[in-house]
């Protein structure tokens, strides 16, 4: 029974922590601009970051070490620090616009602007991180996070032409109103949103954390099978419900004001408040995860002590790093950037920096000196080649069709 409830929870925090504001804001600004007719690439982003994270997890299970540890010893210094500083990069300006996303979550309700809410976001994301248990930074969120379902009840309330959607979905095309090189921009920022790096160096880390071993590998397998397709479905749903009350309006997505409005328009006050519930939880462990990141990449690099299950004082380094993170991605807000546009060119830059971190898994798990007889079977490396063959096409064209398309202006 206990087991049946670990892998319960397990899903339910997956799906809850699927939806970040990078997803958030780039299905709605997509459901805005392109109706249903990006649909599939979030199909192709949920299969993707399901296969990513289950050999992440299964090499962390099955070898005992952490990701960058390995992938320090396996591919040499030189390699492994060029994956760590990209890997930095893009966790660095995805923890900014997330703390950004708290801010500007409280500004909906207090109207007060996000700048005095950001570093008191910055401060309770640290003061979480030490007093907080794994366990608990994991669960709490991830099951706050599932407020966000009411997405997909407003998709039901606002009584769509569900034809309509489907035709969208099933038979893309590019709205007269758009150029190609602005879809295929879309559709490149869409898959960064889904398969952000951070994602797996948390879960993967976690999997460290939390002891897993061989015998847990068929609760991690349940975890991801089901919750991340289960937190693509409210991705849809977000964008579904843009294309129902922002497409006929043109109203393109520019603020966070804007991402609620259908939620409001289908369920009012008590759905708003939901949905505050939802993004506040969901940006916030978003935060949580992209600043233990920062931790876990670095010092496994480095091979410093790391981890929650010791200690602040036993993992000195690895607290600071994160300190050093939380200040830096603060200090980017205080620019006045908007966390918006800052969420915008996360994501994008997370697919110009995946191969980086997908290649060294894919390696690692197929090296039978450290994954054994667990190392990846026919139909998994088949799937898997598909996949770096996507993630290559989509990190060489991601900065030209930035460039071409004014960051999809």
Same mark, same amino acid.
């Given at each position: 029974m206990k087991k049946l409830f670990a892998a319960a929870l397990g899903v339910l925090t997956a799906i809850g922590?699927?939806?970040?504001?990078?997803?958030?804001?780039?299905?709605?600004?997509?459901?805005?601009?392109? !109706?249903?007719? =990006? /649909?599939?690439?979030? +199909?192709? *982003?949920?299969?993707?970051?399901?296969l990513f994270a289950n050999m992440s997890g299964r090499v962390a299970a099955v070898s005992g070490r952490a990701t960058?540890?390995?992938?320090?010893?396996?591919?040499?210094?030189?390699a492994g620090l060029a994956n760590l500083g990209a890997s930095f990069f893009i966790n660095l300006m995805?923890?900014?616009?997330?703390?950004? !996303?708290?801010? =500007? /979550?409280?500004?909906? +309700?207090? *109207?007060?602007?996000?700048?005095?809410w950001m570093p008191l976001a910055a401060f309770a994301v640290w003061i979480v991180i030490w007093r907080a248990k794994f366990s608990q930074l994991e669960n709490a969120a991830g099951l706050l996070g599932l407020s966000l379902i009411v997405f997909v009840v407003a998709v039901v309330m606002l009584g769509p032409d569900w034809g309509a959607l489907a035709h969208q979905a =099933?038979?893309?095309?590019?709205?007269?109103?758009?150029?190609?090189?602005?879809?295929?921009?879309?559709?490149?920022?869409?898959?960064?949103?889904?398969?952000?790096?951070?994602?797996?160096f948390f879960f993967s880390s976690?999997?460290?954390?939390?002891?897993?071993?061989?015998?847990?590998?068929?609760?991690?397998?349940?975890?991801?099978?089901?919750?991340?397709p289960l937190g693509g479905l409210l991705s849809l749903a977000i964008a579904a419900s843009a294309t129902i009350v922002l497409l006929p309006q043109a109203i393109a997505v520019t603020s966070l004001s804007q991402v609620v409005l259908p939620v409001v328009e289908a369920g009012g006050t008590i759905a708003f408040a939901f949905l505050l519930v939802g993004m506040l939880a969901a940006f916030f462990g978003a935060a949580l995860e992209t600043t233990l990141s920062s931790g876990y990449t670095i010092a496994q690099y480095f091979g410093w002590s790391w981890g929650k299950f010791r200690r602040p004082a036993q993992a000195?380094?690895?607290?600071?790093?994160?300190?050093?993170?939380?200040?830096?991605?603060?200090?980017?807000?205080?620019t006045g950037v908007d966390p918006v546009a800052v969420t915008e060119y996360s994501v994008v830059f997370s697919a110009v920096a995946l191969p980086l971190t997908y290649v060294p898994i894919l390696i690692i798990s197929n090296d039978p000196d450290y994954m054994g007889d667990a190392v990846n079977g026919r139909a998994v490396n088949?799937?898997?080649?598909?996949?770096?063959?996507?993630?290559?096409?989509?990190?060489?064209?991601?900065?030209?069709?930035?460039?071409?398309?004014?960051?999809?202006?």
């Amino acid at each position: 029974m206990k087991k049946l409830f670990a892998a319960a929870l397990g899903v339910l925090t997956a799906i809850g922590g699927f939806v970040d504001i990078g997803d958030l804001v780039t299905n709605s600004v997509v459901g805005s601009r392109f !109706g249903m007719s =990006l /649909a599939w690439v979030v +199909v192709v *982003g949920v299969v993707g970051i399901c296969l990513f994270a289950n050999m992440s997890g299964r090499v962390a299970a099955v070898s005992g070490r952490a990701t960058f540890e390995i992938i320090r010893e396996r591919l040499g210094p030189r390699a492994g620090l060029a994956n760590l500083g990209a890997s930095f990069f893009i966790n660095l300006m995805t923890m900014a616009a997330e703390i950004g !996303g708290i801010a =500007l /979550a409280i500004q909906l +309700v207090t *109207g007060i602007g996000p700048l005095l809410w950001m570093p008191l976001a910055a401060f309770a994301v640290w003061i979480v991180i030490w007093r907080a248990k794994f366990s608990q930074l994991e669960n709490a969120a991830g099951l706050l996070g599932l407020s966000l379902i009411v997405f997909v009840v407003a998709v039901v309330m606002l009584g769509p032409d569900w034809g309509a959607l489907a035709h969208q979905a =099933l038979q893309p095309s590019i709205p007269a109103s758009e150029s190609p090189a602005t879809y295929w921009y879309y559709a490149v920022a869409l898959f960064g949103a889904a398969m952000t790096p951070y994602e797996v160096f948390f879960f993967s880390s976690g999997a460290i954390e939390e002891g897993w071993t061989r015998k847990d590998l068929g609760q991690a397998r349940v975890n991801v099978l089901v919750g991340f397709p289960l937190g693509g479905l409210l991705s849809l749903a977000i964008a579904a419900s843009a294309t129902i009350v922002l497409l006929p309006q043109a109203i393109a997505v520019t603020s966070l004001s804007q991402v609620v409005l259908p939620v409001v328009e289908a369920g009012g006050t008590i759905a708003f408040a939901f949905l505050l519930v939802g993004m506040l939880a969901a940006f916030f462990g978003a935060a949580l995860e992209t600043t233990l990141s920062s931790g876990y990449t670095i010092a496994q690099y480095f091979g410093w002590s790391w981890g929650k299950f010791r200690r602040p004082a036993q993992a000195a380094r690895f607290h600071l790093v994160m300190i050093v993170g939380l200040l830096l991605a603060l200090a980017i807000l205080l620019t006045g950037v908007d966390p918006v546009a800052v969420t915008e060119y996360s994501v994008v830059f997370s697919a110009v920096a995946l191969p980086l971190t997908y290649v060294p898994i894919l390696i690692i798990s197929n090296d039978p000196d450290y994954m054994g007889d667990a190392v990846n079977g026919r139909a998994v490396n088949a799937m898997a080649l598909v996949y770096l063959g996507i993630i290559l096409v989509a990190a060489l064209a991601a900065i030209p069709l930035m460039i071409v398309t004014g960051a999809g202006a």
